[in-house]
């Protein structure tokens, strides 16, 4: 039920649907006798889409998110394991096109092969299934696995877990697969805007991880933003930032994190 429920509250609340289905709804009403309210529901609307299409909201929204978990050193050991969370293959493209293909999160995989070859040791784990809402014969995991072993990564390291369908089940499913011993380090690779949520639901399951961040959309300092080049990726940056704020909170309230806002 979970799982559903956030796959609806995720479509409805999206900032940019709701400024759209603002936007249409006023426009609707003007050709009532509410078109006096029509009106202003549909300036209200159309405002809410400008500041986000063309001002730094989604900058300021999602730096917090990415700046909370640094980098990790240069000089890091050597892990015992590497976990990837999916979410950076295009299921329906991938599905189509008989190949995989990548979303703006590839670099969640293609960081994880310079892990591997710099870690030769370190079991490989990609854990993520098919995320649609109605279900489907796709599988993350297969594709990424497979992208894997076409850079060359052995096949005995290579781990995958397919039946998760969002970062909680990503933790759950993945413990229960590889069994981390007291002592053993993992490394967790994902979007640095989505390494807060997820390693608080890692923790709250008991698989202590190290953040590994990757896919960054700004810059990591307030001074350093620009106004919006193209009105649909700030658009998506808003989305994508209030998805994560969104999720900490609803993760927080169903006991599926530790902390409101997990820190190092």
Known sequence: MFFILSKIFDFLLAPAHLGLFVTGLGTALCFTRFARGGRRLAAL???????????????????????????????IGPPDGIVVLGGSIDEDLSMLRGRTTFNDAAERLTAAVALARRFPVARLVFTGGAAKLGGSSFSEAEAAGRFWRDMGIGRERIICEARSRNTWENALFTRDLVKPQPGERWLLVTSA??????????????FPVIAYPVDYHTGGRWFE???????????????????????????????????LFPAP
Not at 51 to 63: D, E, K, R, W
């Open 193 to 206: 805007m989505h390494m807060p949520r997820s390693i608080g639901i890692f923790r709250q399951v008991g």
């Open 45 to 75: 609307g159309a405002f809410a889409l400008l500041i986000m299409s063309f001002s730094p909201l989604g900058y300021f929204i999602a730096m917090p998110l990415e700046n909370r978990f640094p980098p990790a050193p240069d000089d």
């Open 225 to 259: 933003w620009s106004l919006p080049r193209k009105a649909p990726d700030a658009l998506k940056i808003v989305d994508l930032a209030a998805h994560e704020w969104f999720g900490l909170l609803a993760y927080r309230l169903t006991g599926k994190t530790n902390a």
